[in-house]
């Protein structure tokens, strides 16, 4: 038996080190394209969106959902109202249009909000209903 708890630690191992180069792989290329973004955007500071997993939808299964196509513009959902940021909102959608909402959960986890600016990726713990 313990020939197959070893074999199984390694495959373990291997999972946990692939899903290592997916997030840094993935948020390397969040971030150029990103500096891409603030680049032809220069006002811009900051995007950010959530992604968690409801915990009670009236008996249904739940499942997680990343507002990654529709992010907070300057830390607040009001970009979305004013024409200031009709092009950034644009050149955002298309690029994370790109992205699904099981890449966003290998990336980025569960019952998160992700921040970029031009410094990088800051990702916190979000709480929500």
């Known amino acids: 038996m313990s020939t197959a708890k070893e074999e199984f630690n390694k495959f373990k191992e ?6 290592k180069q997916i997030q840094e792989t993935g948020e390397q290329f969040l971030i150029k394209n990103f500096k891409e973004i ?39 959902d009001c970009g979305y109202n004013s024409s200031r940021y009709t092009s950034v909102r644009a050149d955002i959608s298309e690029f994370m249009s790109l992205f699904d909402d099981d890449l966003m959960m290998d ?23």
């Open 14 to 19: 291997q999972i946990d080190s692939l899903r």
């Open 38 to 76: 603030f680049k032809k955007h220069p006002y811009l500071t900051e995007v950010s969106w959530t992604g968690y997993t409801p915990y009670f939808n009236d008996g249904e299964t739940c499942y997680y959902s990343s507002y990654h196509t529709r992010p907070d513009i300057e830390g607040e």
């Open 107 to 129: 990336l980025f986890g569960d019952h998160v909000k992700i921040i970029v600016t031009k410094e990088g990726i800051t990702v916190e713990d979000y709480e929500h209903e």
